[in-house]
């Protein structure tokens, strides 16, 4: 098949929640979405927002009917967690089929091996139905590996049958593609394919564009005050993002009287603020949320990571694109990324907290790091380089 770019039609898909868009995938998606439209290629984001009362009902009714047969298999695996996992993903690669066959995609896009899974199932009951699908996997490591590292526990056995299944996902795909050179390798290291296939891609997330502003501008804006620390964490609040850990680190400073610990991300808060308040906090952490990230990078002193795990780190990225001095675990694809425009310590509250002091400590240090980081990012692809690559991807998938 040889398309024009009047029949080319491309459906995004991804498990995320229209929440999870504000950290997640959406921030590197949406742009792709709106430049390939802008080229006239017509492309489209589905998200579980799209997914009707009636296919979640669904859902969550063979959920709970699934989770009620495993017996001993809890014991090693979080059946129930899991089940949640595999149901929404493989719900997304149904109406991914039902909208291909309904509105002519030609194109697939599943940022999710799971999705694609779905997808090849569903497009069983739609046999005219012609579409090319890929991959992006966005864990560092295998899915199955990056579920279980995100909380999602699973015993040896399940793990063997997940990395079995996600093989043959993957080997059966037009595409598949991961944001790091590190990442698309580690894939294929725990799937034990070898040699890389011809149709696997390391390819990074466009530089972000966000609002700037100066220091003082922003704190202003956000009410905060000059003569506090601001430190500024990103990130969904889950297991991988370690959150705890962050703020066991903080709570080793010496002096801790100006100090305030910044988090935007959604989920469940309660935890941390019980954790800050055991660990004798002088500020209850600012949780926000935000759709004008580039505001409060701008605004803090300090941007910190303190992910167990990350294929990419959008948020590193668009730290460095503000210019704020930051401190990274350099894990996954992180140290790829960010280079010497962060600095990079092991994933451990001491040198977690080491390394804090020492940024906060000396000014001229964290100048000097937010100057390297803001000239990595300037030198970082724009969406128009990214997004001719993943044209050029297409269209080789479909020759």
């Known amino acids: 098949m040889i398309f024009d770019n009047h029949t080319i039609k491309i459906l995004m898909v991804t498990r995320e929640t229209q929440s999870d868009r504000r950290y997640g995938l959406g921030r590197s998606l949406m742009p792709l979405v709106e430049e390939l439209y802008r080229r006239g290629i017509e492309a489209n984001y589905l998200c579980q927002t799209d997914l009707g009362e009636r296919a979640l009902l669904w859902q969550q009714r063979l959920q709970r009917i699934l989770s009620s047969l495993p017996g001993r298999m809890n014991s090693h695996t979080h059946f129930s967690a899991l089940l949640q996992v595999l149901l929404e993903r493989f719900n997304m690669g149904r109406l991914a089929a039902k909208l291909a066959t309904k509105q002519g995609y030609t194109h697939i896009h599943c940022h999710d091996p799971i999705i694609a899974a779905g997808l090849r199932f569903f497009l069983r009951f739609h046999p005219k139905c012609r579409v090319i699908w890929g991959v992006t996997e966005h864990g560092f490591a295998c899915y199955a590996q990056a579920i279980h590292e ?41 799937l034990e394919i070898s040699p890389l296939p011809e149709n696997w891609y390391h390819l990074v997330h466009a530089r972000p564009v966000l609002n700037h502003y100066s220091q003082e501008q922003a704190k202003n804006l956000l009410g905060w005050n000059k003569d506090t620390v601001y430190v500024l964490a990103v990130g969904r609040i889950a297991p991988v993002k370690q959150f705890p850990l962050l703020i066991e680190a903080c709570a080793r400073f010496k002096t801790k009287e100006n100090f305030q610990l910044v988090i935007l991300g959604e989920g469940n808060y309660d935890e941390l603020q019980k954790l800050a308040q055991q660990l004798d906090f002088p500020r209850k952490i600012i949780l926000a949320i935000t759709e004008n990230i580039g505001l409060y990078l701008c605004a803090a002193d300090l941007y910190i990571s303190a992910s167990a795990s990350e294929s990419f780190g959008m948020a590193n990225l668009e730290a460095l694109t503000a210019g704020t001095a930051a401190i990274c675990t350099a894990v996954g694809g992180v140290p790829e990324v960010v280079g010497d425009g962060a ?15 020492r940024m906060l400590n000396d000014q001229s240090l964290r100048e000097a790091i937010a100057q390297k980081g803001q000239a990595r990012a300037k030198a970082w692809p724009d969406i128009t380089e990214i997004t001719d690559r993943y044209e050029e991807i297409y269209r080789r998938a479909t020759r």
């Open 150 to 190: 995100d909380g999602v526990h699973l015993g040896q056995t399940m793990m063997r049958i997940m990395r079995k299944w996600e093989r043959s996902i993957l080997l059966a795909a037009s595409w598949v593609i991961a944001p790091t050179r590190s990442g698309i390798h580690q894939i294929a290291h725990d």
């Open 343 to 357: 600095l990079l310590v092991e994933s451990n509250p001491d040198a977690l907290a080491e390394a804090i002091e």
